[in-house]
């Protein structure tokens, strides 16, 4: 059943302070935050100038693509790590992206553009550090854009 | 696997869900991070026979232990924690209940984790009479669900000693009222409850905050 | 090149840096669709003599055409002014200005765009008496950057005639707010600021609006 737009603000604020917040706790850490694989993640730099020149489908294939990139990435990482409370931390962030997953899909989101874009960027990353540090600036960029959008009465 | 929190805790918040949600199973959360269902039987067959099942919308289907406990009015209880990583906000979740090899489905719901919210009630409520006559500023804390603060609504309940009890509305996540047209010299109690304000987030009243009494 | 704006309004804006930040080269956005960054100089070597380089993560390092003024403080500043295409927020941003061939490195930092914010002050600062005494309400417009919307903190500061002035925090990006217990029939000036809030935008308070004054 298809989920209504979901356009509460306070909603992804919460997902993104939690992301800072994790983000924020893994900043020190250091060998049992090495990952013994790399992992590929959405490259979260977003142009202002470019990103309002985009069509709505073009943001949309990016969001969803960059989100399920990201969502791999974490839960290959919460499998690869040894340490249990680190691990549940990661399940927690996986869960989270679950959340925004579904408020993407609420704004259709996944819908097959006409022509498939190029693929957006990527990096290569292979610490917690960078990951928790990638998840964030995806939600805090690309995400909370597209959705800023996505919400707006008038239309683009 | 033990129940939620202390035994007790856990019958009140199963009373008040008995109270509310007509469904089976009853499903909550205390913090989004978690999620308990359960239903009671009086007679239940063999407690061996019941299985649980969920299936998080684009996961495979999944098992859940259940455990068994007596409840404090005579019927029997069983209760599926689930695993934390099998919480997300949002997301259609099925879940049911079978006796058999799932052959026989006795209970099933589509629920969200978010739209089953049920909070630890307000703390530290304190009610002080103003400088003006019949008149309390009551305040409170709020239940610790971190960075949704502003999507709760609370009901205060008042009553002079006695008396049949009134409610006040607090919309907007705010921790204080200031209520009027009290009666002078008179001893209140008052209690004050939470629940999501319904947007993204909805759910259960928690239960009452404890009482405190003040003379106007 | 010249400086961004008018250069007395460039001056302003890197008078409150100079105040606010204290890394080199300082640096900021002003509507995220650009990038300035500068440094000043009591006793500079020959201008000629400096370099800029950035290097967006991922790809390769850049340089940047300095412009060089005198400062109405009587240092130089070297400013360079970013191609717009090379303004990325949500990544890091390795900014640094060297002498030589790049060989002695002066200053380096780290940057993300989305972090240095430094908006236009509000504008269509009003303030009005109440019925009640001593109280004012005020209200202004948001700057009006559709991203920022729902992310900016103000700030409203207030004083009698020839006083001390106060502030008041205003969160949640409401652009009003009710001043309460003033001096009566006193005259106030007030003015507000603007900031991120610092979850997705943050950056450094804007210059101060242009002050209103009211009487109680």
Redesign the interface.
């Given at each position: 059943s298809p989920l209504h737009p979901i356009c509460d603000a306070r909603v992804m604020e919460k997902f993104i302070k939690e992301a800072r917040d994790t983000e924020n706790a893994m900043e020190g850490c250091t060998n049992s935050c090495n990952l013994s694989e790399v992992l590929t993640v959405p490259d979260t730099k977003v142009n202002f100038n470019e990103w309002k020149k985009m069509d709505r489908q073009t943001q949309a294939a990016e969001v969803w693509g960059g989100q399920a990139l990201l969502s791999a990435a974490v839960l290959r990482a919460r499998d690869l790590v040894p340490d249990p409370s680190l691990s549940q931390q990661l399940g927690r962030t996986y869960s989270n992206l679950r959340g925004v997953t579904q408020i993407l899909r609420s704004h259709n989101a996944q819908v097959e553009p006409a022509l498939p874009p190029a693929p957006p960027p990527t990096l290569g990353i292979q610490t917690l550090a960078k990951l928790l540090s990638v998840h964030s600036n995806f939600l805090r960029g690309r995400v909370k854009l597209f959705l800023t959008d996505a919400c707006r009465p008038d239309t683009r | 696997q033990e129940g939620a929190g202390p035994d007790n805790g856990f019958n009140i918040q199963a009373a008040l869900l008995l109270g509310e949600e007509p469904l089976d199973p009853k499903c909550f959360t205390r913090c989004l991070?978690d999620l308990t269902c359960f239903w009671e039987s009086s007679s239940p067959p063999s407690a061996t026979e019941y299985g649980f099942f969920y299936v998080?919308e684009?996961d495979a289907p999944q098992r859940c232990n259940l455990s068994v406990a007596r409840t404090p009015w005579n019927s029997t209880r069983f209760t599926c924690i689930f695993p934390?990583?099998?919480?997300?906000?949002?997301?259609?979740l099925h879940v049911g209940a079978y006796t058999g090899n799932s052959s026989n489905i006795v209970h099933a719901r589509t629920i969200m984790v978010?739209q089953v919210v049920l909070l630890d009630p307000p703390s530290n409520l304190t009610a002080r009479a103003t400088e003006s006559p019949g008149q309390l500023t009551v305040s409170w804390q709020p239940p610790s669900l971190?960075?949704?603060e502003?999507?709760l609504r609370y009901e205060v309940a008042f009553a002079p000693e006695g008396a049949e009890r009134q409610m006040v509305d607090i919309p907007d996540g705010r921790t204080e009222c200031l209520i009027l047209n009290l009666r002078g010299r008179t001893r209140y109690a008052l209690a004050v409850r939470v629940k999501p304000d319904g947007?993204?987030y909805s759910g259960y009243w928690s239960a009452w905050s404890a009482p405190v009494t003040v003379v106007t």
């Open positions: - | 991070e998080v684009g934390p990583q099998d919480t997300p906000s949002f997301t259609p978010n971190r960075y949704l502003s999507s947007v993204s």
